[in-house]
């Protein structure tokens, strides 16, 4: 019937126009011709919006208490870190490895990829200066947020690193110091140089408020963005006290509020206990680790911040351990975090890093699924609780040929069948509880041959 009267139309316009142009001058024809562009419109200015698939609408993930939620369900992530995404979008020769990890993480039923949206000077620098971006870089930011949402993964996006690796805090000190701004030249001024800290707000409110060249959408009012990560793993260790880094974390963590209300926000701890913590010589591995100015209950206490992140790496807590000792103490620090924040902190929390070395002296290719098994068990136990345990997120993931990209805790996951089965296996098992298995799609598939 639609098309009937189309047809109609389009007979009854040609004629009205065939006789303003022969016998009524200039006027009629521009009137006419005015005519039939309208008549085109309506007959099928719809073609272009009906060509292309629509993107299924994506809901931005909340927290609740000790659980995170979307669309309405308890939400339980599965997840792995692959710091290197924006890195290697920018040139289009290795692109295609973003494409492939992204795909490779959606085959395996991982839902969350923690990777790094900042590179601050050096060699295809985000941020060249203070305030200066290099748009070549963003565009491929832009590509990762964008190809992501295309395999129905969510990011967890890190805005600047505490280490050296990619500018870290040590660039914006070196920054200040070379402009003549800088207090000091300590690292750690990072937290309390006003200069700096200025830098550091600007860079938050352009990545924040950046349009996707690709999507058109902001980063802020992105659902594809999990969550922002305000630093990897913050130490300030000029002041053991935590004062220092606790004053930098309320400001900023406001500031990133205050910019954008939509997503979740962690800070991106290791997860020690700090020198008034009673867990500092109960939990923390050595003594060490409650001197270098962060806390893990003070910090995540924090109005602002929605969930708790924790690290996982006894290879680099102690050097006098065996396997089953390291496995026996992850299993203590995982709970010890979980029920901070089931009696305490009343959030969730998520180990956002765990890895285990293959340089250790006792190392054997076995104790990796181990190590992992151990480690998502009690993800899954949790969850099966309605407790904090949020998820976990491997060190970490990559495809071939990046052997120079790797450290001693990376893997190709299908080139490690157990590693690949034990993924898998997580990923279902956290579906099923949150009733995601029943529902049509690749989950349902990819559970089913499993049950």
């Known amino acids: 019937m639609k098309r009937d009267l189309r047809s109609h139309l389009s007979l009854r316009f040609l004629t009205i126009y065939r006789k303003m142009v022969a016998g009524n001058g200039v006027l009629y ?11 085109i419109y309506m007959s099928f200015g719809d073609l272009k919006l009906s060509s292309f698939p629509k993107e299924p609408r ?44 992204l795909q490779a993480g959606a085959n395996m039923g991982l839902t969350v990829c923690r990777t790094w949206a900042f590179n601050d000077g050096g060699y295809d620098a985000l941020q060249i200066s203070p305030g200066q971006f290099d748009e070549r870089v ?17 990011l967890l996006l890190s805005l600047v690193n505490n280490l050296q690796a990619y500018g870290g805090k040590t660039q914006y000190v070196k920054w200040a110091w070379e402009e003549g701004v800088g207090l000091s030249s300590s690292n750690d001024s990072f937290f309390f140089d006003p200069s700096i800290r200025k830098y550091f707000k600007n860079y938050v409110l352009t990545v924040l408020t950046r349009k996707n060249t690709i999507t058109g959408i902001e980063y802020r009012n992105d659902p594809t963005i999990f969550a922002w990560e305000l630093m990897n793993e913050p130490r300030c260790i000029s002041d053991p ?19 954008d209300k939509n997503h979740l926000l962690t800070i991106g701890l290791e997860g020690f206990y700090g020198p008034k913590s009673p867990k500092k010589s109960t939990v923390n591995p050595e003594e060490w680790a409650s001197t270098l100015g962060s806390d893990f209950v003070r910090n995540s206490n924090i109005t602002n911040v929605d969930f708790t992140s924790v690290h996982i790496y006894p290879d680099h807590w102690f050097h006098d351990l065996g396997f089953e000792q390291k496995r026996n103490y992850v299993s203590k620090w995982m709970r010890s975090h979980i029920e901070d ?49 949020a998820g976990a997120l491997v060190w970490q993931f990559f495809v071939e040929g990046m052997e120079e990209y790797n450290d001693d805790f990376g893997i190709v ?3 490690n069948p157990s590693i690949y089965k034990l993924t898998i ?27």
């Open 29 to 39: 024809p521009i009137l006419g011709f005015a005519s039939c562009l309208a008549f």
């Open 58 to 101: 994506l809901s931005f993930v909340e927290s609740n208490g000790t659980r995170f939620f979307l669309d309405g369900k308890a939400l339980y992530v599965n997840g792995w870190n692959s710091y290197w995404l924006m890195a290697h979008s920018v040139d289009e020769n290795t692109r295609p490895r973003v494409s492939a990890m």
């Open 138 to 154: 963003f565009q491929a930011l832009d590509y990762v947020i964008a190809e992501a949402r295309q395999h129905g993964i969510r």
């Open 241 to 259: 006290s935590g004062d220092t880094l606790q004053v930098w974390l309320e400001e900023m963590t406001a500031f990133i509020k205050s910019i």
């Open 341 to 389: 924040c089931n009696k305490e902190l009343k959030k969730p929390v998520m180990f956002t890093e765990y890895g285990l070395s293959n340089q250790n002296k006792d190392y054997m290719p076995t104790q990796r699924e181990q190590f992992y098994r151990t480690i998502l068990d009690i993800i899954y136990k949790s969850a099966k609780k309605k407790g904090s345990g």
């Open 413 to 415: 996951p299908w080139e």
């Open 425 to 451: 296996e997580q990923s279902c098992r956290l579906a099923r509880i949150q009733g995601l298995v029943q529902e049509k799609g690749k989950l349902k598939e990819l559970c089913s041959k499993r049950d």
